[in-house]
């Protein structure tokens, strides 16, 4: 099994939640990026895993070139070069207050990826699965086209291509969005988006008295797939925030036809949710890679997701019997 | 906006919550007092704030100074002097086991604090508000004294009077407080107290069959300002401790013969109750200042305070857009 | 008052929650075992205890008898040599994610521990009560045959027997457990077990159509005691564990043929709960040996119990007057 | 006394000296830029500051505001806006190794300024010194000419000029730098150089034969001086660096013909260089400021400087009498 | 072997070395005192050591007591009650900068201390020594008057006095300090002072011509001893701060009209000097209860008195057998 | 170039160097082993690695592997299996207290390794160089055979043997390896070894006269190589430890009859030593793979080694480049 992951790596910088930034001089640090944390999943899962960004020739790009090796991932083919690291500040919250986060990613190194760097066709070679989000398409015009060509050369190979909308309202604005998505849906196979990016970037006609939200997404599914028949596969999760620190969540796969959910989770405490939906993703892709039914594959991928919430940091790391272990335990007693 | 404050500055030394002080050798500290937390939120709202109190002239004094002008608190009034600074252990506790207090504040600067260290014709000048509370007057007979010689300067100057009751079992009877406090209140226009203060501090008459907290309070409230019909507001929270970790809040205030309250606020962890009376205070206090009304004024004290249990240290740190932010939020999820 | 406990001293290194043990490079130590804990608990309610058990001679043993002595426990009698301490490590769980133990305590001083290296004798002068548990059978064949010895020894002098089942999977099988625990308890006089224990252990009939815990609960007892007359005390506690974080407990008591039971503890967050079960048999025998009324004796013993999950750390650390405030109190709320 | 510095404030990110960067996931992180620094130290020796500069709108340019308020320096004038404040990496060197800076300073809100948005008019009025370094002439065409207008309009105003050339090879070359100082230096009263910034900056031809550090600085000042009259002190320390962990530093002023120098500091351990020779700069201006005997200037630089390598952080943390009790003083004993 | 100590017990607040105390927000907190630590250190030789002061009556009390069972001192005749705990705040130095010492004594219950609470004949019962200091002479006209008592019932009782001048300026003028400890001299039999205390205190003519420590000490102990003979033994060290990281250490023994001492010690970096001069009081006193031959007794405490420099906290934890295995090594090299 | 490197991993966990093990609850903990240590360094500088090795079938084995993964080297052959890891406790000196090592390694999986689970065949193809250390021979009489067996198949393959003798006293007599290093010794191409090696170990009669260190190094090597002619390369490092935080370091490299040798490193502060030596082993193998001079390559290996001292943790984390950096570089000041 082999996966290849496109997208930009970023420095998160966080404060501890019971300070404020202004109050505090201690940042932890992690590496993320919604594609590079979907590949830190899959490693831990035993998936051959390539990461295709591009960094700065520094200490900083060094650093991440060795996050990514220590956890498994190919970087052969990543790139170095250009002006900087995209980072971002969380003000972590905790209870009643939420988590701030300030961007400081523009003039990244990936950003300004020029099409002429990346040669897809040594870097799909032996894949199975090619996945990247709607945060790639956001940075610029040119990694629409990148994009667009590396699923394109994907297609032509038959190799598997997943997309998570990932929608951030800080980086475009929905039109913008809408526009470079409605590109690139027609090569994709699994997609990763609810309802909301129906309405507000597919413009899926808004579904009246509807009843419950299994039977919303079907609805909203099956529009999309009317429209792009080739995505067989759609899945998302339907989060509760309560508060900062307890959330609620469910899994939802769409399927042949049919959804598939789990039961509610409850999350409390919320120790990091970032990279929370990166490692559903990363469960999703890994059931469909191993040919699970559906119904293990949601609860697979939302265990791994819930366990995500536990753990600081945004890369998941958990192998595939502790995942399962969490979805077919029922008590978190110590065992001695 | 201009407010004056006027209490003792206390340092606090808190334990981490997972070790008893005897266990431990590690103690995080802040600087407090219900007056300095009044003015440190009140400059985060924009006021104009002068804090009068007194502190020994030694590196702990001038870091008291410190703390309070990086919270753009006016300090030139302050006073340096005297043989210490107030000081209280905190054992923090957590969950089921209750935070321990360990009072030092005897032979404090400020409880030795004379009538003639005080020029309130000077202090005074500009001011829209004054604040004390009932800890002033607890601390010596000489602090009852200047602080009634403030306010009747303040009433003849036409600034608004506020008094918080604060009583404090640890610093005198309920019987000594009652003397004190009564002697104050004809000078008073807003007064936070509730109904346990009523009854055993302004000997109110108990009321029988009660039917909720609401109608309970608006009796109490009629009842003083019966007797002082000066007092024009008043205000208070209701506090349901689960446990250490977990409150639920509400907030109170009485104006123009009505009573208005919130929601109930779960708060869920707990990071530090300390000083989240002070910010409801101070939320009531810029509400009546900025003239808002009674149900925005209620509403934004309580959130304030809600915010800063969510903060370790006495002081408030948010703006007023934050805490707008928060009342009319739904949701603690990331925005990004 | 005067308690001797026998049993294996243990270090845990454990992680900080937030973080998987490969993640990590910190470990917190604590110095624990079942025995241990149940003197430092004895010890902090003025019982003069002494605990029997055999440490490395090095720098470890040497910590460890410092442990013990800077908790008011005798250690004339703790033994020197052998191999090394028993350890284990706890990747310390969270919320939905349980705490993981890893034993390391194969080949240690204890376990390896002969007959010839205790004097009962002078070990037992002036004992009230003789305290040990199924670990400390489960360690070696000739670890049994002590046991045995100090109990009878014990018997000999009318010196009351406790024995804490504590059965660890991890440690040995069912059926040698039951083989071993069968010959030890026509010598006790106070035994902790539950129903599991009945059971799995003792091969008492299985209750069918039971209706509730404490019906079930006395119904097991019985059936033990009509086996072991001898046997005057039976104590367990009933935890459910919502999650890492969250657990729910009551304690039971069975005594004159009457069960006593405590209402339901909510502990959250869970702070730590090595070493809870062990705060409770402190709580029963100190109960005992004070000649209290079962009820009492039962709430002070989960008090204790569930305050212990409020502590990082083995060992509780209340007195007799701190667990009694609890257990009257009715809100965690601070008193100044 | 009235001083204005204008430069660009970064934000440090620090690792701790005995791991690598890439192997830590800890920042701790400081607020500066040489002229924020200046202003820093000048505010604790009482001087009335007022600080320049442009930062982002957002949390981190609020948290740069409330470093500075906190310092006690007027912001009023601080510009926000544009798209990031400048940062850099520092991996702590200690003993043998180095630290290592790796920069993101790129695209800054400040070395974005435009012309328009200072009014140097406003800023100006009362100052009696305006200090600026080659920081901020290196980083933009534009900035070179904001920093020319604001000599002009200060020397129009008979406020003096100060200049540190901290050339920054990083940034420019040596052959910029110096077309775009020899542009500012007919309006300087005041220059932070060295005998390496005479030959590579100002093309003074290099001394053959020089005997000590003292003439060697003659020399080379007096040849500065004879290209520009306007400047009348010159002042530069030099540091012997023996190791991260250890160096030695003597301070040199240039005055009336005349250089005063310092004996030899020994600097060990060495807590943090950086802010250092902003430290030795703002303790010769306000020697000068005060009008102070060259000698005294120069021992009070100097050891204002000493004592900034004693404290983490970019900011100096003491008062006028505190560097004179270390300058005066033989011995680093506790006074108790 | 049995020794009883009298004196103050002190909390010290301590900061991180790298930041003032204005600046940080977390202390480090030790239990000290210089009879405490001298009670601490024979403790950890196997002497029996009695401690006796006063202290309040509340959680800070309580934890005092529990410090010093933890290093097995007989707490038995400790009181409990009075108003406070004396405490003191040390912004630690480093290098360069010097510690700074706050101090928040006053009041405190040991100098309250009443003649009628101390039972002298019940605590001196079965010594062989009792020690105290200057500082206790310091704080009260009645503490001069329980010393002088105490003394006086040692006499009489054959029991060994010992005196530690420990002169503090913060506490006492030289002529008041001169005036309490000629009244106790004559009852002395080991005096820690030095030829500043010669000079200051006793108003030994000061010695013309002197060549070098040893010889100076020489005269002044002999003097001392001529006016009073009952004094056997003196002792002192020599030390040189070379910086607040940087010590050099010799100890002088005067016994038998013989000075011993010892070569220099370097220390460096000095961790914590706080409790030095007490380890190696405690050092001397058991070379004295041993009967060593005064060249292994200064060596052996001057030794005890280095380790203790690397170690934070006040008090020593070293053994015998480590500080002689300190004396006699010549590398500090890792054995394993 | 690929090297293969055979040894025991070890968990170290060790205090912080301000408190005693027994103060303390904290441990910091690394992974490593000579043979470990070595493989790290190899791979920092490019080299393949592969590491055989035998951890336990657990949480902590697992750790083990993630770490050796993270940092390059090839895990594919290491075993998992048996009771434990092997580890020790380390209280870190400073200054003038020396580090003390507490092993607990006895019954490792390491240590009961068998011969039939090795299959050298598959583990030494395509290496060109396999490294092991006497720690390895000291373990068992089996791992002696399994070394002899893996030497001679290296030699059969034209693969170049290196051998550290690496004694440790506390693992075995200088006798017995004595007996077992005289087994591998013909097998070895390059030997880190000293004068005490060669005098204790291998009984070459001792150098009377000698006049320096290098002219005695000489001379046992020499006599060392009459006997072994198979061995080309000899090295070893001088160490002095002025204190525990203060060494000075010379590396020495003997080859073709003649001595190389560098100037004197000052290390001031030692942050950590432990994987110094084998830091400077990694530096010789890789000049030696590198066909690079012998003065390049024992300044580059010693340049390694003093590096390794100013980082915690065993393994080293230098790239070529830096080291050489490091090793041509004349002063620690930053670069920005
Ligand atoms: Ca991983
Ligand atoms: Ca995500
Ligand atoms: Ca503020
Ligand atoms: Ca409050
Ligand atoms: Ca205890
Ligand atoms: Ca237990
Ligand atoms: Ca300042
Ligand atoms: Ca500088
Ligand atoms: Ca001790
Ligand atoms: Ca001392
Ligand atoms: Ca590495
Ligand atoms: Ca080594
Ligand atoms: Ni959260
Ligand atoms: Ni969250
Ligand atoms: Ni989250
Ligand atoms: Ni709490
Ligand atoms: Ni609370
Ligand atoms: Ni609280
Ligand atoms: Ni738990
Ligand atoms: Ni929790
Ligand atoms: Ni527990
Ligand atoms: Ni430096
Ligand atoms: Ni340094
Ligand atoms: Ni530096
Ligand atoms: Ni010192
Ligand atoms: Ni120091
Ligand atoms: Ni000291
Ligand atoms: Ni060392
Ligand atoms: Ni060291
Ligand atoms: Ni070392």
């Not at 831990?44 to 060094?62: A, H, Q, R």
């Not at 190194?109 to 020029?114: A, E, N, T, V, Y």
């Not at 394109?152 to 190979?157: E, G, I, L």
Request: hydrophobic share 35%; net charge negative.
């Amino acid at each position: 099994m082999r996966v290849v992951t496109f997208g930009e790596m970023l420095m998160r910088l966080t404060t501890d939640p019971t300070v404020r930034l202004q109050q505090s001089n201690l940042f932890t640090y992690y590496y993320g990026g919604a594609e590079a944390n979907v590949a830190v999943s899959l490693a831990d899962f035993g998936v051959d895993t390539l990461y295709i960004s591009k960094v700065p020739d520094n200490s900083i790009g060094e650093a991440c070139e060795k996050y990514l090796q220590s956890n498994q991932i190919d970087t052969r083919h990543l790139l170095k070069g250009g002006d900087r690291l995209g980072l971002y500040f969380v003000e972590s919250g905790i209870g009643n207050r939420s988590s701030q986060v300030t961007y400081d990613r523009k003039f990244s190194s990936f950003s300004q990826l020029k099409q002429e760097e990346v040669n897809w066709d040594r870097i799909l070679e032996g894949a199975d699965l090619f996945h990247t989000t709607g945060i790639t398409l956001a940075l610029s015009e040119e990694l629409r086209e990148i994009t667009l060509e590396a699923m394109k050369q994907a297609k032509n190979r038959g190799i598997k291509v997943s997309f998570d909308f990932n929608f951030r309202a800080k980086l475009w604005s929905q039109q913008e969005a809408s526009k470079a998505i409605e590109k690139v849906l027609p090569f994709i196979d699994i997609a990763f988006c609810n309802h909301m990016d129906a309405v507000h970037l597919l413009n899926i006609e808004v579904l009246e008295n509807e009843t419950d939200h299994e039977e919303k997404l079907t609805y909203y599914y099956k529009q999309i797939q009317a429209k792009y028949p080739n995505i067989q596969v759609f899945a998302s999760t339907k989060r509760e925030v309560v508060s900062s620190s307890s959330h609620r969540l469910e899994g939802y796969l769409f399927a042949d036809q049919h959804i598939s959910k789990t039961h509610t989770y409850t999350i409390e405490p919320v120790v990091d949710r970032i990279g929370g939906g990166d490692a559903y993703a990363a469960g999703v892709l890994f059931g469909i890679l191993s040919k699970w039914d559906p119904d293990k594959t949601v609860h697979f991928a939302t265990g791994a997701s819930v366990l995500k919430h536990t753990l600081a940091g945004d890369g998941n790391a958990f192998s595939i019997a502790e995942v399962e272990q969490f979805t077919q335990n029922v008590s978190q007693e110590i065992s001695r």
